[in-house]
């Protein structure tokens, strides 16, 4: 599988907004420097554990500091945006970083109802997914009426992160997917899968591409790997619980933390869906991963508060899937 990595710029507690997005490029420049194939960056909005909320300015950062790497979105949300505008965001991206730029596209929107209503999706709308994927498809390719702008001659390549029907949407309109989260839990994926790429209709020689989403984090030991996953696992159950998706605290913090019945099982139910361990068990975990899915990629999504535990964990995955 190719390796990529998806940093989500996750706030730590006691640290301003700022050191998670320069964070987030020093990532990006040392995954170039591991190997990596990608790196990609999400869109959350008005999130108190997450800085970034537009994907195509922390782009152009991360590709001014980078070289060879390729760059993305894991995703930008398509309903919240005008597909002209976001043709025209990623068209610069690739004007500046010519063939290295790729275009995640989710459908989610806001975390919460006040969030919705500051971003105007407070009301129904009408499932304009699929359409709306079509028309910035004809932005980037310069077939639509419009012609976006820069034209650089060569198009953006989009991924559909496939949640609800988005593996029939993207087998449709002949385009890779991406598959995390609860879809790639669920028992019916490998039928999905089987779905999608025998429904496959290819769009200028496009063929079926699954890419893998989920968090990895490697490190000398199991305990030790599942102790890094640990605030992750906490700001996810606590989200549950308060409705609002929290900065990751560190590992003695969260093990002082009072923890009530439920959140824990939450906690440990999270931590056993993640790939968190040594290099052998990771290793274990993604090999049978690649054989249920026959997944093409591998986009790892872990953080944890421990900024060169991070790193590490990076090289060590790195040279583990080498």
């Known amino acids: 599988m190719k390796l990529s990595l998806l940093d989500r710029s996750r706030n730590r507690v006691g640290l301003p907004d700022a050191e998670a997005l320069e964070a987030t490029v020093a990532r990006a420049v040392h995954a170039e420097q591991v190997g990596y194939d990608r790196f990609w960056v999400a869109e959350h909005h008005a999130v108190p554990g997450i800085a970034s909320g537009t994907p195509a300015v922390l782009l152009a950062a991360i590709g001014a500091r980078t070289d060879r790497i390729r760059i993305g979105s894991g995703g930008v949300m398509l309903p919240l945006h005008q597909p002209l505008v976001v ?41 304009t997914f699929e359409d709306d994927l079509e028309e910035l498809r004809g932005y980037l390719e310069g077939t ?84 890094l996953a640990l605030p992750e696992a906490w700001a996810m159950a606590r989200s549950r619980q308060t409705g609002e998706f929290p900065p990751l605290e560190s590992i003695r913090a969260v093990r002082e933390e009072s923890w009530p019945s439920q959140v824990r099982r939450r906690v440990e139910a999270s931590l056993d869906r993640a790939v968190a361990g040594s290099p052998a068990t990771v290793r274990r975990r993604l090999d049978a991963l690649a054989e249920a899915t026959g997944a093409d990629e591998l986009l790892a999504s872990g953080s944890t508060p421990d900024r060169d535990a991070l790193l590490a964990s990076d090289l060590m995955l790195a040279d583990l899937l080498r």
């Open 87 to 127: 043709a025209e965001q990623f068209l610069v991206l690739d004007a500046l970083h010519p063939g290295r730029v790729d275009l995640g596209l989710g459908r989610s929107l806001g975390f919460t109802p006040p969030v919705r209503r500051a971003l105007r999706r407070d009301h129904e709308d009408g499932d």
């Open 144 to 227: 639509a009426e419009v012609t976006a702008r820069p034209s650089t001659g060569r198009p953006v390549p989009m991924h559909v992160l496939a949640t609800g029907r988005g593996l029939e949407v993207a087998s449709r309109l002949g385009l890779p997917v991406v598959v995390g989260g609860p879809v790639l839990e669920s028992a019916e994926l490998p039928d999905a899968l089987a779905r999608y790429r025998r429904g496959f209709r290819p769009h200028r020689g496009s063929e079926p591409r699954v890419t893998v989403s989920l968090d990895v984090l490697v490190s000398d030991d199991d305990a030790t790997g599942r102790e």
